[in-house]
């Protein structure tokens, strides 16, 4: 496709392919500066240490098969990276560089060749993006901007061919790429096929539609019958924890909330479109397909939805749809015969990008934070605490259940049972461990991130506000600990205040060796919890047996 460029505007081809390269660069410096990998990141590395290491799709070695990474495409790519030789971190730095290279790349190609304006103005879209959450996402571990490259990938051919035509050979590459990116993430297939949906619709054409589904619907059912076999389910377990067949306002209003801090010049030009006659088609199709990716969300839980990394990816789609919809805007004759018209479509325009502007400027603010001060493993709890379970990994089969199953799981080299459901099949689907199961459990060391109110309160518990349904698993916890004479290894409240509890097993062996090792943890913010108050008792009372 690409050798079609125009030959008589090289900087069509040049600049993009340029900025994307010198994108990828900075990029990879600055997400291997970043801080400790995030909870979720964590997590997916875990699988893709396991996968490199012949171990499968799971989340302990040995352990039963199961998808808590989601990002399955990405993870698969890491797990080769590390067969070569990479480490888990440089792998997921180097793939998400390069995705955020090509989705600049892809941009900024079509607002230069599409949009028909200056390029001054061209370059604006750049901009946003550039200053966006990316970078925060990145630096944490995330594959979001990988993804977001993938959904790119998938609108820019279908761009290409309202212009040039649509053939058997352009959609078929469009159906490679949707298959890509649905085998990365299972919202892939749904938001590819949305697309797809549009673009007959503007086309006037259903053969748009039905040849990349000829390809995509046997390349679909395909991939959820192997997971089925594969995991016993179709979908990755955090969609079964967060979701479980409910309605989220939450996540709707989080995925408007998001989007419009770094959509809304997109979202402009596809209103303006919307009304007039020239633009009006293609500029509804982007309005459907952005109002059918933020009401998808509300079949999820916001909760980890670091940066709006959820609702994200559609930010490259949206900006390639625009620059053909700029492009039309410009030509149409309204806009061309009228001064006022113009005008008024100027002052919207850029009233909408400074309408994003402080958020982009808090992104890029933050972002500048990140690099010059990344966070260490000693700032972070769970990392701490992974550190002292590592140098005890080889002193028998040592289990350890935690609220937190990212770094520990990643880096403690034990046995962990993720208390909150994430990489679990049975809590996912059955609900929270009860007090009687964790008695059969008898983990060796129990590390928690107590949350005991909704409520700005002092002393232990603080870290408000709490995940929905936090008590559920924690006051189990909590009766067990105290029932089961469990000795407290350490008790903690951070910097941002947010209490941490670490138990020690009293029949396992090196307890009190474990026991001294968590006291001597290096504080780095942290406080002894136990001078500022007792930890509050369960939110339930605790059943007697």
């Known amino acids: 496709m690409l050798d079609q ?73 890491i797990a080769v990276l590390i067969k070569l030789g990479l480490s888990t971190v440089l792998a997921a730095a180097i793939l998400n560089a390069l995705g955020f290279g090509l989705l600049i ?24 993006v550039l200053l966006g959450p990316a970078w925060l996402q990145s630096t944490a571990g995330f594959g979001t901007v990988f993804f977001c490259a993938l959904c790119a990938l998938v609108a820019f051919p279908i761009e290409w061919s309202y212009r040039s035509g649509f053939t058997r050979k352009s959609l078929l590459l ?20 949305a697309l797809l949906l549009c673009a007959a619709v503007v086309h006037r054409s259903w ?11 046997p390349i679909g059912v395909a991939w959820v019958a192997w997971r089925w076999s594969y995991f016993g389910y179709p979908l990755p377990n955090p969609f079964y924890k967060k979701g479980g067949g409910s309605l989220y306002e939450d996540g709707f209003r989080s995925s408007l909330s998001n989007l419009k801090r770094t959509a809304i010049p997109f979202l402009a030009v596809a209103v303006i479109g919307a009304g007039v006659r020239e633009s009006r088609r293609r500029s509804v199709a982007v309005l459907a397909v ?39 805007l410009r030509a149409s004759e309204i806009l061309s015969s009228r001064i006022w018209a113009r005008s008024v479509v100027v002052v919207l325009l850029i009233s909408s990008f400074l309408g994003c502007s402080v958020s982009v400027l808090t992104y890029g603010f933050t972002t500048i934070q990140t690099v010059a001060h990344p966070l260490t493993v000693e700032q972070n709890m769970p990392a701490s605490v992974s550190q002292v379970l590592e140098r005890f990994k080889g ?37 929270y461990l009860s007090e009687q199961e964790l008695r059969k459990l ?45 000795e407290t290894a350490g008790l903690w409240i951070d910097g941002w205040d947010y209490s941490w509890g670490v138990y020690v097993n009293p029949q396992t062996s090196d307890a009190e060796k474990l026991k ?14 136990s001078s500022q108050g007792p930890l509050p008792g369960p939110t339930n009372p605790c059943p007697d047996y």
């Open 516 to 529: 001294k090792a968590f006291k001597s943890m290096a504080v780095n913010g942290r406080s002894e919890a």
């Open 105 to 128: 790349f892809l941009i900024m190609y079509s607002w230069i060749k599409w949009s028909n304006l200056p390029l001054t103005f061209s370059l604006l879209p750049i901009v946003v």
């Open 395 to 431: 002193s028998g089969n040592k289990t350890v259940a935690s609220s937190e199953a990212g770094y520990v799981g990643w880096k403690s080299g034990w046995k962990v049972t993720d208390l909150w459901g994430l990489n679990d099949k049975i809590i996912a689907h059955d609900g």
């Open 5 to 77: 460029l125009d030959q008589a505007n090289p900087v069509s081809r040049t600049l993009p392919a340029l900025a994307g390269a010198l994108t990828s660069l900075v990029a990879l410096v600055v997400f291997l500066r970043g801080q400790v990998p995030f909870e979720d990141a964590a997590i997916l590395f875990r699988y893709s240490d396991n996968l490199a290491n012949g171990l499968g799709v799971v989340y302990n070695p040995g352990g039963p098969r199961v998808d808590g990474a989601t990002d399955m495409l990405f993870m698969a790519l």
């Open 442 to 486: 008898n983990p060796d060391v129990i590390f928690v991130h107590w949350c005991k109110s909704n409520q700005e309160i002092t002393g232990p518990g603080t870290g408000f506000p709490c995940l929905k349904g936090w008590e559920l698993m924690t006051d189990p916890l909590q009766c067990f600990i105290d029932g089961a004479s469990y």
């Open 207 to 217: 053969q748009v539609l039905w040849i990349p589904l000829l390809v995509l619907i």
């Open 174 to 193: 469009v159906a490679l790429f949707a298959s890509l990116c649905g085998l990365d993430r299972p919202e892939g297939f749904l938001i590819s096929g």
């Open 290 to 328: 952005f109002a059918f990716w933020c009401c998808l969300w509300a079949l999820l839980s916001d909760e980890m939805n670091f940066w709006g990394r959820f609702q994200y990816p559609i930010i490259g789609i949206l900006a390639i749809s625009c620059a053909s919809v700029a492009g039309e």
